[in-house]
């Protein structure tokens, strides 16, 4: 079964809890292989608003990737995420960061995703559970890096 890896983050209500709930909901598209500690970051791109959590998860799923993007969207929406701004706050946002080795280049959807090399929030998780990342990681401006801080182990 094909391994999508998922980044997941939060920075309304109770985020830390509305990650470990959207770990769970992911057990709804398939199997859950992995799942990253919890991260506190600084917010990236819109700095004017609260802190993220951040984690990763890695999941084998039956859906194609377009399904994937469509229960994803499902499952941010049911738990109670509205469409503010690009980078905005969100009770939930869930990327699709990778799909095995599969390149979609669609208006709605890029994959491998198209700011996952710059984004520590995104890259440090998942290089926690998959380690083939860890030079990309290496990669990243050291203050960016420290901007990510494991807050709960798995
Ligand atoms: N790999 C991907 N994973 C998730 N969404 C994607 C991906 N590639 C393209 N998209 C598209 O991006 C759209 C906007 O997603 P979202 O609202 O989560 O953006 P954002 O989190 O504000 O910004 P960013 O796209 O930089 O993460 C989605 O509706 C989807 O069509
Ligand atoms: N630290 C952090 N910053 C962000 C995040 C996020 O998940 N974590 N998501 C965003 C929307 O894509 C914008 N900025």
Redesign the pocket.
């Known amino acids: 079964m094909p391994r999508a890896a998922i980044?997941i983050?939060s920075?309304v209500g109770d985020a830390a809890a509305n990650v470990r709930r959207a770990f769970a909901r992911l057990g709804e598209l398939g199997d859950v292989a992995a799942r990253s500690s919890l991260y506190r970051?600084?917010?990236?791109?819109?700095t004017y608003q609260d802190?993220?959590v951040?984690a990763a998860a890695l999941l084998d799923t039956a859906l194609a990737p377009h399904a994937l993007l469509r229960e994803l969207k499902r499952i941010e929406t049911e738990e109670g995420r509205v469409v503010t701004y690009r980078?905005g706050p969100?009770v939930l946002?869930l990327d699709i960061l990778a799909y095995g080795d599969v390149k979609v280049a669609d208006p709605d959807l890029e994959i491998p995703h198209p700011r996952l090399h710059e984004r520590a929030?995104?890259l440090i998780p998942l290089a926690q559970i998959a380690p083939e990342y860890a030079a990309k990681c290496e990669r990243l401006p050291p203050g960016e890096r420290d901007a990510v801080v494991e807050l709960a182990p798995q």
């Open positions: 980044g983050g920075n970051s600084a917010p990236w791109g819109v802190a993220f951040n980078w969100r946002d929030f995104a």
